[in-house]
């Protein structure tokens, strides 16, 4: 990725002289998301693997916890 940057800041400008809008869309392979589905199911897939799913449901596990955890928990005396 940081091998293209220098491109990419080359065409940003050249278009930005021109009045032009620049907009950058980053793509992701999935394999991270794949694999981590694969450790999800023991090493097999559950089916139908979408990594859209995968990525939108680490997305919320990660950031919208559901439950808390005994550290979380306050202490009853």
Known sequence: ???K???IVE???KALSQDMCVVIG?????????????EANKG???GFVSICREI???????HFPTTTT???TPQVT
């Not at 980053?26 to 694969?38: A, D, I, K, W």
């Not at 939108?56 to 990660?62: A, I, P, S, T, W």
């Open 70 to 72: 005994l550290t979380d």
């Open 44 to 46: 097999e897939p559950d």
């Open 56 to 62: 939108l449901q680490r997305f919320v596990r990660d």
């Open 1 to 3: 990725m940081c091998m």
């Open 11 to 13: 065409e940003i400008k």
């Open 26 to 38: 980053l793509q992701t392979t999935g394999e991270s998301s794949l694999e981590s589905e694969m």
């Open 5 to 7: 940057v220098p491109a």
